[in-house]
């Protein structure tokens, strides 16, 4: 691989950043966070024009066809910009992982409303036992419908259809299913409002098997990671600012050693979670052994240390971090939530290991 951007990848998340900041500024995602579902219709449209809803996604279907890494630099940047909606449930997730289990058919059919903006949707998995493990999961289809419950669907009110998890396949659910009630639920971010989905019978079209599942899922968490990234530089950037002009006995709080150790700190998480993202990106574009892998270390260690640099920004702050005024609180509750999204540190570590299990019995069963 190359330890660097091409300059089309770095023109990419030039333009991408430039986007951001003139299209949804940060009085934008306070404005939308503050609304029953954080959608901006004409929000969404210009994201669509920029090509952004078909990123990589094939041209047959209408998208650009790019790969992992162009992805990973989008959501970085959307991270950064702490971009509300459902960006990262459409593309990111829904849309990866349709792309991984569904037919070429089943791809045409909700792929490309994707690609033209013209569809928005989510992926609920996650049940009463609040397990990322597949083999956990207890709803099923029995003939053509579902029967269940579904928890922390993110974006689900504002989805054009539902891609639904469940324990004999996935199925994809249209909005306006019958049987199917969809309720707000608490979240951490304010910025990505969270739902509870109860189905009773509800008709669901099967578009894929579980075992499948892993690969879409796969992007997600690497794309999730970058977005995480993206929300620690920022809260980097706003740190350090604040540290060059907060002063304390005459001088700028940035000029004291242990104001400089925290600020040290959070770029050295920062810069190795980048680092991780970036290359289980790549990974997963050229099908690596060790993609998998990569993505788990991503996760494990973004998923500790956004919280870290959260924890280190706002201490820097002062009092000043628990003001609702003070933006690092914002890119904080967004670090928090997707701590846990895809399976914490301790998940993944336990993932990791079974991997590494995994390889070396096929080896030894080869040898």
Known sequence: ????????????????????????????????????????????????EQGYTGIIFSEEYGGVGLGKVELA?????????????????????????????ASPEHQKKYLAPTCAGDARSTVAFLE??????PSEIQIAAANGALTGEKLFVPDAAVADFIVVIARNGIFAVASKASGMRITPMLGMDLTRKLYRIEFQNTPAEKIGDISALAKGFDIATTALVCELVGGMQRTLDITVEYAKMRKQFGKPIGMFQAVQHQCADMYLETESSRSAAYYAAWALEENAPDASVAVSIAKMYASDAARSVGNRGIQVHG????????????????AKSSETAFGDSTFHRERIARLVIDADERLAKSA
Request: aromatic letters at 12%; glycine letters at 8%.
């Open 128 to 133: 009463a036992n609040a397990s990322w493990n």
């Open 319 to 334: 009092g000043m971090g628990f003001t609702w005024e003070n933006d690092v609180h914002l890119y904080y509750r967004r």
């Open 73 to 101: 630099l989008l959501m970085e940047e959307s991270g950064r910009a702490l971009l509300p909606g459902p960006f990262f449930s459409t593309v990111a997730l829904a849309g990866a992982v349709i792309d991984a289990v």
């Open 1 to 48: 691989m190359q330890f660097g951007l091409s300059e089309s990848q770095q023109m990419l998340k030039d333009n991408a950043r430039k986007f951001f900041a003139g299209e949804c500024p940060m009085e934008e995602v306070r404005r939308l966070m503050e609304t029953e579902t954080a959608y901006d219709q004409t929000l969404w449209e210009k994201m669509a």
